[in-house]
């Protein structure tokens, strides 16, 4: 099994930045593809950024585009997303999850295996 677990939250006014970490349970953690997602009240889960765990190749929303950069450790088993010029629209509770096998369809949480709690981000005007 593989555990997942979020940190790196909290509250920051609009234009500050944020590092969220990802570390996964174990030794060895090698999974297909990470992905960040967040998601706010009452809004559906969406996704903001993801990384090809081989190659390192990113995804993003194109909101966040030039402004959060995702990345991982592979020998620590941790995904990383730096977020900066932060927005009150980016407020939400933000999730990593992982997806064990090929394909990645790194935008579409329902590709994912395991899922983190998640941590709050919480951007003040």
């Known amino acids: 099994q593989v555990q997942l677990v979020e940190s790196g939250g909290g509250l920051v006014q609009a234009g500050g930045s944020l590092r969220l970490s990802c570390a996964a349970s174990?030794?060895?953690?090698?999974?297909?593809?990470m992905g960040w997602f967040r998601q706010a009240p009452g809004k559906e889960r969406e996704f903001v950024a993801a990384?090809?765990?081989?190659?390192?190749?990113?995804w993003y929303l194109d909101s966040v585009k030039g402004r959060f950069t995702i990345s991982r450790d592979n020998a620590k088993g941790t995904v990383y997303l730096q977020m900066s010029s932060l927005k009150p629209d980016d407020t939400a509770v933000y999730y990593c999850?992982?997806?064990?096998?090929?394909?990645?369809?790194?935008?579409?949480?329902?590709?994912?295996?395991?899922w983190g709690q998640g941590t709050q981000v919480t951007v003040s005007s």
């Open positions: 990384i090809a765990w081989s190659t390192g190749e990113p």
């Open positions: 999850a992982a997806d064990l096998a090929p394909p990645l369809y790194h935008w579409d949480p329902d590709n994912y295996d395991y």
């Open positions: 174990g030794r060895t953690f090698s999974p297909y593809g």
